[in-house]
């Protein structure tokens, strides 16, 4: 089968898009919060210097394999090595995975742009019933459940819907003419949030924590929440930037377009945490523990900070805009991913093929949504469906992606694969000897550090419940 292959109709746009899919949810509620835990300044420093290097490696690897196979990520594998066929399955599967949860908590955000737009902030500020009666609501029969706009159900579809249209507009009309308007718009908006944070009374304290590095911080954990949070945040090994590399013209400069995706990540991950740590920390008279993990953070805590700053609905109603948009520009990223594969592997167009990985997503997403409500009495290994679906992708497969991607590349095809394609058109890779040793022995040993200590960390939370 001869399919024409789509692509982004200039390096700026794949520029957006590839970085559109790493900044998300993850710069916003997961960077912030590591920060203040392990130590801000040093973590900072130390994330910055991990992602010039691991980040930088891993992902101009992931981007090479794409352009140079023009294949979704299953066929590009295959297309290496035979042997490692396997691999592209396993990565593909990662999306499978992490899209319908990352649409459900999607949902929850529209839920608090809709919240904050009709003048009802007050309420999401109530300290946590809010948030939990509205992912723990329980509205009787299952039917009724899936239509009431109080619990997530319906905030799901229509965000599914939302990505769904995206997508199957294709590369060029959809992904690329929407992150082309949507990347612009996120940028302007959080440095909007991050100047007036830094002018409240008492932010100053939450700065200086936040980017003076203090040495006696640091420890070998420091370095592993870097790692792992440097993963997540670049949407490495779940197929998406082979797939995305896959639809990068030849002709443009691969190794400069890696340095602005890198950049724009981590600058946006430094201005989250200038939106998010000072004002928590001023509001909670100086104590950096109070940013706590995950959802709480964004519609806990949050909200709370929001209702004691002037003009604190108006802030919140952009930051949630801000935040719908990050999360869009990921999610189409990762059912894109998915989709291409479908394409690639059978004789279904576009638009039939969205379609249908759509429902998928809806299905897969149905226990992540009701799993804190109607069925929260089920859980897996302990776990509430959406935390078992992040645990198994993020802590598991990822790291294993990783390092047998590392394995592939720096050990049977050899790293001289990647840089005859970075430097086809560039004619040099500035750093190429970087890559190759980050490559061969430096990346594989961090990302088996990552997955032994992510393991430990949950069979010890298993034994000690
Ligand atoms: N890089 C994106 C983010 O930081 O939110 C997208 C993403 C990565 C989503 C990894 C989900 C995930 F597990």
Request: hydrophobic share 55%; glycine share 10%; proline share 4%.
């Amino acid at each position: 089968m001869n399919k024409e292959r789509s692509s982004f109709s200039s390096r700026i746009g794949f520029v957006l898009a590839a970085a559109g899919s790493a900044v998300g949810l993850g710069n916003l509620w997961r960077f912030p919060y590591l920060a203040a835990k392990y130590g801000g300044g040093i973590f900072l420093l130390v994330y910055i210097i991990l992602a010039v290097t691991f980040g930088f490696a891993l992902m101009i690897t992931e981007i090479a394999i794409g352009r140079k196979t023009r294949l979704s990520c299953i066929g590009a594998y295959k297309a290496l090595d035979k042997r490692f066929g396997f691999l592209g399955w396993i990565a593909a599967l990662v999306p499978v995975i992490i899209t319908p949860y990352y649409c459900v908590i999607g949902g929850w955000v529209m839920k608090y742009l809709v919240t904050f737009l009709t003048g009802n902030a007050l309420n999401a500020a109530d300290g946590g019933d809010f948030f939990n009666n509205f992912i723990g609501f329980d509205a009787g029969s299952i039917p009724a459940t899936m239509l009431d706009f109080s619990g997530p159900t319906p905030w799901f579809l229509i965000y599914v819907i939302l990505t769904t249209i995206v997508v199957a507009f294709g590369v060029e009309k959809g992904i690329e003419k929407a992150s082309r308007f949507m990347m612009p718009v996120l940028a302007v908006l959080a440095i909007f949030i991050a100047c007036y944070s830094l002018t409240i009374d008492g932010a100053i304290d939450g700065l200086k924590y936040y980017i003076m590095p203090d040495f006696s911080q640091f420890s070998a954990s420091t370095v592993l929440g870097a790692l792992g949070q440097l993963f997540y945040s670049m949407s490495l090994a779940m197929g998406i930037m082979i797939t995305y590399g896959s639809y990068m013209q030849k002709e443009n400069l691969l190794e400069h377009s890696v340095s602005q995706i890198e950049i724009f990540d981590t600058l946006f991950a430094f201005v989250a945490g200038l939106m998010i740590i000072p004002p928590v920390i001023a509001f909670n008279g100086g104590d950096p523990s109070k940013i706590n993990a995950g959802p709480g953070l964004m519609f806990i805590t949050l909200p709370q900070v929001f209702e004691k700053m002037a003009f604190g609905t108006v802030i919140g109603t952009v930051f949630f805009v801000l935040v719908l948009f990050a999360a869009l520009t990921s999610s189409i990223s990762l059912m894109e991913t998915i989709v291409s594969v479908v394409i690639d592997k059978t004789s279904l167009n576009r638009k039939t093929a969205t379609i249908g990985v759509a429902i998928v997503v809806l299905i897969i997403g149905v226990p992540s949504c009701l799993g804190y409500g109607p069925w929260a009495g089920i859980t897996i290994i302990g776990m509430q469906f959406l935390d078992f679906f992040d645990f198994i992708s993020n802590s598991v497969m990822m790291p294993i992606v990783a390092f047998l991607t590392c394995i592939l590349i720096g050990h049977v095809v050899g790293t001289k694969v990647i840089a005859d394609e970075v430097e086809a058109e560039a004619g040099v890779f500035h750093r190429k000897k970087l890559h190759e040793v980050m490559v061969k022995w430096i990346a594989p040993v961090l990302l088996i550090l990552i997955l032994g200590s992510e393991l430990a960390t949950k069979v010890f939370k298993i034994f000690t419940i």
